[in-house]
């Protein structure tokens, strides 16, 4: 079992541009929560994905949306980015008491 | 003032000292949770706790709900211990629901 597993690892894009990341949870684990961690600080939550339904959602904009598909699997968009994106972005998928995170993708904007 | 402050915020130990990093939280919580994060960036989730105190290997972890404190103890510290030890906490019914994040505390162990 390869974990979570997040695409890309490294991204660099330029102001105003779209970017889609990727999130493949652990086998069996049906919730996926995604956070953004700026240098130097602890992560933010930004939403929780359930039964392709977000479940929950932290104090981000709505350029900040997100994908669950029925193999569990999401995708995390941010529209018209801005420097202040630029963060490592982190996938944690759980099942109950369980939980698993992925490396993150790098995401920088330029 | 952040519902999760940790302390120290940097530390730095020789091989084989007793380390503590602490935790407290100021909401009412459903979980605690001691992470620790590698260079590049890879979380890894080390305990899980609601109540009392949990071990493993070099590890344990206690928690105090009345006092709304938890401690995270190494024993016999090691360099490859070196890394970034975070407290979170989740609210509501489930335990990985929405994680609030303390900052982080810093763990360099010199050999």
């Known amino acids: 079992d390869a974990g979570v597993t997040q695409s890309p690892t490294h991204l660099i894009k330029t102001r105003g541009q779209q970017v889609t990341l990727r999130c493949s949870p652990k086998?069996?684990?049906?919730?996926v929560s995604w956070y953004q961690q700026a240098l130097g600080q602890g992560p933010q939550f930004i939403f929780q994905y359930y039964e392709e339904e977000e479940r929950q959602r932290g104090n981000f904009p709505d350029r900040f949306s997100g994908h669950q598909f029925p193999n569990y699997s999401s995708e995390l968009n941010v529209n018209a980015l801005l420097l202040g994106d630029s963060a490592l972005y982190l996938c944690?998928?759980?099942?109950?008491?369980?939980?698993?995170f992925g490396q993150g993708t790098r995401l920088t904007v330029v | 003032k952040n519902e999760v402050e940790q302390s120290p915020q940097n530390l730095t130990a020789q091989e084989g000292e007793f380390i503590t990093i602490n935790c407290s939280y100021s909401v009412g919580i459903s979980a605690l949770h001691w992470l620790q994060q590698h260079p590049g960036g890879g979380i890894v989730s080390l305990f899980m706790l609601s109540s009392g105190k949990k071990k493993h290997g070099r590890l344990i972890a206690t928690i105090n709900i009345q006092e709304k404190h938890s401690s995270l103890h190494i024993t016999a510290s090691h360099p490859r211990d070196s890394a970034v030890y975070i407290c979170?906490?989740?609210?509501?019914?489930?335990?990985?629901?929405?994680?609030?994040f303390g900052q982080g505390t810093i763990l360099t162990v010199h050999p």
């Open positions: 979170a906490v989740s609210k509501g019914g489930t335990s990985y629901g929405k994680l609030t």
């Open positions: 086998s069996g684990h049906d919730t």
């Open positions: 944690a998928s759980s099942l109950q008491t369980e939980a698993f």
